[in-house]
Every structure is written in C-alpha cells, then in structure tokens.
C-alpha cells in the first residue's frame, strides 16, 4: 500500500557560483540474524575469542565445499517482503575474486547480476513531517570477509576470521534522496524495519549495520554528478556528517576549475573529512562469475508465500493502525512505532489493561500511549535505561492504568504510584494502599469538605455570586487541598458548581 509523499525539499549548499544540490544513494550492509553462517555450520555471535567461530569451509581448506544456509535465504526474502520488493524466484551466486589477507579463499561468495531480491521502497519522514519514498534497487545476499587486526603487534597484522563467512544482506537503495537529514531518516527507518522483521538485529557498534554513502553534487534540477562513494560509515550521526563534508568538497572541486573522479574514499570520524582510498582506474576487476561449488538458487512462489504469511505488522502499518483504530495521536504513534520493543511493550499494555477495564483499544488507546511516552518514557530517560530495562512491566503499567480509569485513583495520585512502582517493583494496588492514594468518591465526604470551603471563603463567594465564574477552580482547589488531592475532582466539580449556584 502507498503512503502520501511530500515534494522533495532538496538540502542546497551555497557555492561561489549559486545554489547546489546534494544527491545521495547508500549501499548497506545488514548482518543477518542467524545462528549460524551463510555457507557452513560456524558460529556467528559477536564477541566471541579471535578465530574460535571458523570452520574448514570459512577458513578456505583446499576441497570444502560451501553448503547453503536456509534460513539465511528465508531471512533474504523476508526482508524483500518487507520492503515491499520483487523476489526473484531464481538467483545466482557468484564470485567476486579479489586478494586480502582477511580473505582466505581469494574470492567473496556474492550475488551480481542476479540477485535474490529486486526493487522495493521505503518511507522516511522528515523532522518538518514531510514523508518521502526511496527506492531499493536491489537487495543481495554475500559473505563478510574476516578482520585484520592492526593494533595488537608492533610489527604483525593479526587476521580473526570469525566474521568470515557470516551472512550479509546488502541493501542498495536508488540515488533518491536529497539531504543529509533524508540519508539519516532511511538509514533509521531501514534499521527499525529490520528489527520489526527480526532480520537483523541492527546494531551499528557491533558492525552488524554499516554503510556505503554514495554522493554526488549537482545545479538544481541537472543532470546527476559523478559520485564518489564513502565506504563502511557506521553510524548515523558520521553518516549525516560524511554527505554534509563531502558535498561541500565536491562543490570546491568543481568550483575550483576541477572534475569529479569517480573514486572510493574513507570518511574519518576524528577529523570529519573523508579522502581517497582508490580511484575508480584502480578500481579491482573482481572478475565475477557464478561460483561453480554451488547451483543458482531456486524458490518456488509456494515459499515464498509461506514466508509472507509470517511478516510481522511494519511500522508503518502499526502507525496507521495506532492512529485509525486505536485514535492515538499522529506524534505518539510515531513515537510507539519507532522502536520494536517501544512497539511490543505498547501492545501488551493495551491488551492487559483491556483484561482489566473490559475497555476497547480505542477508548484506552491514548491513555494508555500518554501514560507509556509522557510519563515512564520520563522516568526510564531521567535514571538513562531502555524500555527493556524497565521496572515496571507492560502488564504491571496496565494494573495503574487501570486504577486511574476505573477512577480509584486520581491522575495526580497517578504519578506518584508510578514513581513509587519505578523505584521499587511494587504493583500499582499496593502501592496506593500503602500510601492511602484511594480517591475519595464518596459524596457525602466530599460533600462536607465542599460545604466547608464554602464557609471558610465568603469573600471568594461574594465574588463567584458577582459572577465571576473562575473562581470555581479557587473552591475546586481549595477542597482538593484539604482532602489531600484525593477527592475525586469530577464529583467535587459537580457538587461545586450546584452549591454555588444555590
Ligand atoms: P557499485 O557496485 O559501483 O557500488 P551499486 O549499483 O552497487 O554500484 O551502487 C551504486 C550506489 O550509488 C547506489 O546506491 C546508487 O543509488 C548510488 N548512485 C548512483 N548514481 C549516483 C549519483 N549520481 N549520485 C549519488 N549516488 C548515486
Ligand atoms: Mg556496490
């Protein structure tokens, strides 16, 4: 299903001879989630001792033979299905021969001109709301190579192969977007689909996501420029810094009387510039060719359907639905949806409160949203923990939520059982019977403490009767003061105004 876009705002650089546009592509690099590898039987977790996770096969033996991981392929098309992207029933492995000394077999298993996933889309939307769609081109499967270890000999470069073989996707998208801020927001929203799919588990710092910035400049609305493409930037904020330096330095060239080579450069996050790694007529001829050890890859559509029917709701779909039938503010669900664990810890709550309430999702739907992302959200930021981390489950939120629905407790009150369920793993009815928090709804009560306010206050009296109306929240203040914030402020509210009135 589409998504209303918004015409593209493209982000222009200033240069000496007027306006510039930046163009941007990325090619990224998604681990995926696996126990083992693409090809052999070795483990993948990260962290593991240098070459502890290596088999025979991803150390390059003479005579091994590759043997393919199925649900590596499952994990490949379940990503194409959830970009939206064509499935190619039939796909070809191929080699991609270069010399590294973290590359033992000579060669990368990689897929060219055939691979398993072709063109999708994804939506992003931008600080200001404007919702933007970017192509993929493609998305193929290939091996990660090993990795050499600079820093632990003062002569030697170590290799640790337990990367070698592990299982990459690799995402390219279409040069469609316009800005730094587009290349984050892709970036963000390719990792969130990801973790939704449970593809690939997104982490940067463990290299599990990196990618490849290709940029180009250009006069708005020209043809494209030659790009130069920034390799292996792993992280958001060195992404969104690489395009912004990198187009002012292409703009300088160009300016400068000199042309764009088409070329590969590094971007170093400790200076913020990037510089030249080879240029495309050093570039390696990889000499592709389908890796004879292994047949092309066959799917039937039956597969292929059977793998669709176990998508998981998207983001975007599970925003819609938060929005349409849940009637939850635009900005919360955007906020719910971001994260899958924001996402699943929000479901349960609406499902437990619903046990407890007998309410519908729609009639506690923002409550429950306002109580997830204005106050825990607080709580979890202020003592710097993640929602996993949370003390107070989904199950125990939906007990306060419950509490403060069915009136037992007021919103006020609210806030302190929570504070008080954080800091101490309590439930939500314990806390307020210990604390005596049980809202006084009682009319009676509530009814002497009206009448006294009233006598204690002829003044503010004299004045409400001389018809000013505002001092009906004086008196509403006044009892709920001296029922201290228990009082039920709807009954106090509708006993007030009746007093007063006669
Ligand atoms: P290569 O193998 O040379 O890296 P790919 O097709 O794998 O080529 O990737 C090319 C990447 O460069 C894609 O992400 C594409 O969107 C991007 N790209 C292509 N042309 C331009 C351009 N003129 N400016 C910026 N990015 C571009
Ligand atoms: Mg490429």
């Known amino acids: 299903m589409g998504q209303a876009v918004t015409e593209p705002a493209p982000q222009l650089f200033d240069g000496a001879t007027g306006k510039w546009e930046v163009v941007i592509g990325l090619e990224v690099h998604a681990q995926v989630s696996s126990q083992s590898k693409l090809f052999s039987g070795a483990a ?9 996770q290596v088999s025979l096969v991803d150390a390059a033996m003479p005579g091994m033979l590759p043997v393919i991981n199925a649900y590596c392929i499952e994990q490949a098309v379940r990503t194409g299905l959830g970009l939206k992207a064509a499935v190619n029933l039939r796909s070809v492995f191929d080699r991609k021969n270069y010399f590294y000394p973290d590359l033992p077999a000579g060669y990368q298993i990689s897929q060219f001109k055939q691979p398993i996933v072709g063109e999708g889309e994804i939506f992003i939307e931008l600080a200001d709301g404007a919702v933007r769609r970017v192509g993929i081109e493609r998305l193929h499967l290939e091996q990660d190579a090993g990795k050499s270890l600079h820093d632990q000999h003062p002569k030697f470069t170590y290799v640790d192969l337990n990367r070698s073989g592990v299982a990459l996707m690799e995402i390219v998208s279409k040069p469609d977007m316009r800005s730094s801020e587009e290349a984050g927001a892709y970036v963000r929203k390719l990792r969130t689909i990801l973790r939704y799919l449970g593809t690939c588990d997104g982490n940067m710092d463990q290299g599990s996501m990196r990618a490849d910035v290709n940029v180009s400049v250009r006069k708005p609305g020209g043809a494209l420029g030659t790009r130069c493409e920034i390799k292996n930037v792993n992280s ?12 002012r330095r292409q703009i300088e060239v160009i300016e400068g009387g000199g042309t764009i080579a088409q070329e590969t450069r590094l971007y170093d996050a400790n ?17 592709y060719f389908p890796d004879p050890d292994l047949l092309p890859l066959v799917l039937t559509q039956a597969e292929v359907d059977a793998i669709k029917a176990t998508l998981p709701e998207l983001p975007d779909e599970k925003r819609r639905r938060l929005e349409n039938e849940l ?3 635009p900005y919360l669900a955007k906020v719910l949806v971001a994260e899958k664990e924001t996402a699943d810890y929000f479901e349960v709550l609406v499902a437990e409160a619903g046990k407890r309430t007998g309410k519908k999702p729609a009639e506690m739907g923002q409550d429950s949203a306002n109580l997830l992302v204005m106050e825990l959200f607080g709580l979890l930021n202020k003592d710097g923990r993640t929602i996993e981390a949370s003390p107070v489950s989904a199950a125990a939120l ?4 419950a509490l403060r629905l069915d009136g037992t407790i007021s919103g006020l009150a609210s806030k302190e059982v929570l504070a008080e369920m954080f800091a101490t793993g309590k439930d939500a009815a314990s806390v307020v019977d210990e604390k005596g928090l049980r809202q006084v709804s009682d009319t009676g009560e509530i009814e ?33 003061k001296m029922s201290q914030g228990r009082a039920n402020p709807a009954v106090v509210n509708d006993l007030l105004r009746k007093k007063l009135a006669g």
Request: aromatic share 8%.
């Open 44 to 52: 993948t977790e990260f962290g593991a001792e240098p070459n502890s």
């Open 448 to 480: 002497r403490l009206v009448d006294q306010a009233i006598a204690d206050n002829p003044k503010q009296l004299a004045q409400f009767k001389a018809g000013k109306e505002t001092m009906l929240g004086f008196f509403v203040g006044q009892v709920m």
């Open 271 to 287: 200076t913020g510039v990037t510089r030249s790694m080879r240029s495309k007529e050093e570039a390696h001829d990889y000499r």
């Open 327 to 329: 009637k939850i503010s």
């Open 398 to 401: 939906a007990g306060l939520l």
């Open 236 to 247: 958001m904020r060195f992404i969104q810094q690489a395009v912004e330096y990198e187009a």
